[in-house]
């Protein structure tokens, strides 16, 4: 069953624009974890964030997390061409070992 | 450094045919490793998961099978595809324990005639 939803579906900015993608969950999670995929290639992890934090920062990345709301923002600062593709969120719970699942993803592109 | 390799890239196969994909993992000893599938503009569909050689839990009944022969090494098999096993099969590995970042194969694209 599908743990995240991303949302939006899709999302068109301008380059140098910020972008904001939200996710949101539905039972506890020990963490929530960001990634980004290329069109027609793997996943590549982003950041994790654990269920104790509220806000984490990777280069232009920023994300946060409101445990009580259930729900997690990925923050791409001063977005470039290279930005464009799918973001996924991934959330790993108490009760299911190392398994993570993934939400439906939003696909974002950067307009030159 | 780790790395992991997912072959082939692409593969065209007919109805009814078998199915073989391999992945390894180098640069690390024990890993979790894990099959998806994703659909077009889709998510992951978590397919199987292993923690151990010989370990293999499946999430989804189907006609697909796992198997893990050696530590880094994990197959994807199937004695006979449907129509509906088309898609783009995700390898990745994780650190033994603790729900950590899995890192990722660049897929295998399979297309069922």
């Known amino acids: 069953s599908q743990q995240g939803e991303e949302d939006p579906q899709a999302l068109s900015i301008q380059e140098g624009e910020n972008a904001t993608m939200n996710c949101s969950y539905k039972?506890?999670?020990?963490?929530l974890q960001w990634y980004r995929q290329n069109s027609g290639r793997g996943l590549v992890h982003l950041i994790l964030?654990?269920?104790?934090?509220r806000e984490k920062h990777s280069g232009r990345l920023r994300v946060t997390l409101d445990t009580s709301k259930k729900s997690s923002s990925l923050l791409i600062t001063a977005s470039r061409a290279a930005d464009t593709a799918s973001y996924f969120c991934?959330?790993?719970?108490?009760?299911?070992?190392?398994?993570?699942?993934f939400g439906k993803g939003t696909r974002l592109h950067i307009l030159p | 450094s780790q790395t992991i390799h997912q072959w082939p890239a692409t593969l065209v196969q007919p109805v009814g045919s078998p199915l073989s994909l391999e992945c390894t993992v180098e640069g690390t000893s024990n890993p979790n490793l894990y099959w998806y599938r994703q659909a077009a503009g889709r998510g992951l569909q978590l397919l199987f998961y292993s923690v151990g050689i010989g370990q293999i839990s499946s999430e989804v009944p189907q006609n697909l099978s796992a198997s893990r022969p050696q530590d880094r090494q994990f197959i994807l098999s199937s004695k006979k595809l449907l129509l509906s096993d088309s898609g783009f099969y995700l390898c990745?590995?994780?650190?033994?324990?603790?729900?950590?970042?899995?890192?990722f194969g660049d897929g295998t694209r399979l297309s069922i005639l």
């Open positions: 990745a590995w994780s650190p033994d324990r603790g729900s950590q970042p899995q890192h």
């Open positions: 991934a959330t790993a719970a108490p009760n299911r070992d190392d398994k993570i699942i």
């Open positions: 964030i654990r269920s104790n934090e």
């Open positions: 039972t506890s999670i020990n963490n």
